[in-house]
């Protein structure tokens, strides 16, 4: 009989990540090092070419 193997998904500590506000009801959390003006325009890009 074959045992299946147990998938662990592990959280991400966010008291480890920066926050950044996208808007007042939008958060995202980046690593450290990131810079956030970056981060927050490759968001809004992501999302703009997803409701396309």
């Excluded at 950044?20 to 992501?46: C, Q, W």
Aim: a positive charge.
């Amino acid at each position: 009989m074959i045992e299946k193997k147990t998938v662990v998904h592990t959280s991400p500590d966010l008291s480890k990540m920066k926050e950044v506000v996208i808007d007042h009801r939008t958060k995202i959390y980046i690593a450290p090092g990131v810079d956030a003006v970056e981060a927050k325009s490759r968001y809004l890009a992501n999302l703009k070419n997803r409701r396309l």
